[in-house]
């Protein structure tokens, strides 16, 4: 699998999940790969959407292309949470993947792109590597939103729960990433330890190393879930 975070200290959180492993690096145009374990290259990916798109774009092809793609994409890292649903040091597990600031201010209020006749706003994981992610680690399974603007107002954080009310997170990059998975097939979820709130900002109430050790702790959880994941065998009829 390939596990996409925004910056090399949340790549480095997740690779702690693996003490007693090596980590190897591994250079490619454009992107830098570190293997972690036997079967996971992480990758900091760059912060926001279209950056963490073009990297992971370029560490799918050059997989690819070597003959060995990848199985299953992860975008991980720290978020904001939305109180009180996903509190300082919780986890949580995206279900929908959905770009929240992806289309147009009208005078009746935002519109998704989608409402415009074009593109995509949302992607679903795969409802039972979801459901078996958020059991093993103990994380909340709801929405994460994907923004290029992080909140930092009490009012943009009410205007962002109205519109998407099972919002749980707003982080910067996992849309991009499940847009660059989906253009090569693969599946995508989200993974995500919530850091501070989602509102108005306040950096003395960010708890970013709370959040990174329980991102180590919730990979140490989910690495048997996600590397024994078969993206090709039997699934709930009606997953989509």
């Known amino acids: 699998m390939l596990v996409a975070t925004a910056v090399p200290a949340e790549r480095d959180a997740v690779a ?113 590597l979801v459901r078996e992610s958020a059991a093993a680690a103990g994380a909340r399974a709801g929405v994460v939103l994907t923004v290029s603007t992080v909140t930092g107002t009490a009012a943009r954080a009410a205007a962002l729960r109205e519109r998407h009310p099972r919002a749980l997170a707003e982080a910067m990059e996992g849309f991009g990433v499940a847009e660059a998975a989906a253009a090569h097939g693969v599946p995508v979820l989200e993974i995500r330890a919530v850091s501070n709130p989602v509102g108005p900002r306040d950096r003395a109430a960010w708890r970013i190393g709370e959040a990174l050790t329980a991102l180590t702790t919730g990979f140490g959880k989910l690495t048997p879930v996600l590397t024994s994941w078969n993206p090709h065998g039997p699934h709930d009829p009606h997953e989509r």
């Open 16 to 128: 702690r999940a693996w003490p007693q492993e090596p980590v190897t690096e591994t250079r490619l145009p454009g992107v830098t790969l570190h293997r972690a374990g036997e079967t996971c290259d992480l990758l900091a990916a760059g912060v926001g959407p279209a950056l963490a798109a073009a990297s992971v774009s370029a560490a799918l092809t050059a997989a690819a292309l070597a003959g060995a793609p990848y199985d299953l994409v992860v975008s991980a890292g720290i978020a904001g949470g939305f109180a009180p649903d996903a509190p300082v040091g919780s986890l949580v597990v995206a279900d929908e993947i959905t770009a929240a600031d992806l289309g147009a201010e009208t005078a009746d209020g935002f519109l998704p792109v989608t409402e415009l006749g074009f593109g995509a706003v949302t992607h679903r994981p795969p409802e039972s």
